[in-house]
């Protein structure tokens, strides 16, 4: 009997080392799928992180470029339309401008530069005209007060004159194209029409 009693004693000892080893086992396993599973979750909350920075990043690079796209387009717009404007403007100077080379007072405007040109120290000069205006020959040679040759050009479409001395090489622009072209350089510089 005792010898049966030392035999359950024994077995029940055992069974609840038994029972305690794999309580430990157990209790180790969960410990370690614990931190198995904090280090996936922490590494998965890092990969969606970093994986939403770079969409938040794509998005914003688009918007950036979708933006410069945008603004481009918006400025050359704004530069055609600038352009048009000034050109609309201009377009009606050049029309005002051949009707004045029409008027009476374009033949004092003449006399009044070949006046002005007379005062130069041009020893051989050329004045150039349009082949229309060599009918005002005698008042522009008289108005310039030394000899003069008188010569159409055909690069002088407006109106006015070229004055070039043949000595020196000198060349004094009288054209009304000239004085067309610097004021449209003047007007695009200080219109205020900048676009921004």
């Known amino acids: 009997m005792d010898s ?3 035999f359950m004693t024994m077995s029940e000892e055992i069974k609840n080392e038994s029972q305690q080893t794999i309580n430990d086992i157990l209790a180790e396993v ?3 799928e614990d931190q198995a599973m904090a280090s ?4 998965a909350k890092k990969n969606a992180d970093m994986r939403l920075k770079q969409e938040l990043d794509d998005i914003h690079s688009q918007a950036a470029s979708e933006i410069s796209e ?3 387009q918006r400025m050359k717009k704004l530069i055609r339309k600038r352009d048009e404007y000034v050109e609309s403007i201009f377009a009606e100077v050049l029309k005002e401008l051949k009707l004045f080379t029409e008027s009476k007072d374009y033949r004092a405007y003449l006399e009044n530069k070949a006046k002005q040109a007379g005062k130069s120290q041009f020893m051989n000069a050329v004045i150039y005209v349009r082949e229309e205006d060599l009918q005002y020959t005698d008042l522009i040679k008289k108005a310039y007060g030394r000899n003069v040759l ?6 002088i479409h ?5 004055i070039e001395d043949q000595q020196s090489d000198l060349v004094l622009d ?6 067309l072209k610097t004021q449209k350089e003047w007007f695009n510089k200080n219109s205020g029409l900048v676009i921004r």
């Open 174 to 179: 009288e054209t009304l194209e000239f004085a």
């Open 40 to 43: 996936i979750k922490m590494e």
């Open 70 to 72: 945008l603004n481009s």
């Open 150 to 155: 008188l010569q159409s050009s055909e690069n």
């Open 4 to 6: 049966e009693k030392i």
């Open 30 to 32: 969960k410990s370690i």
């Open 158 to 162: 407006i109106g006015g004159m070229i």
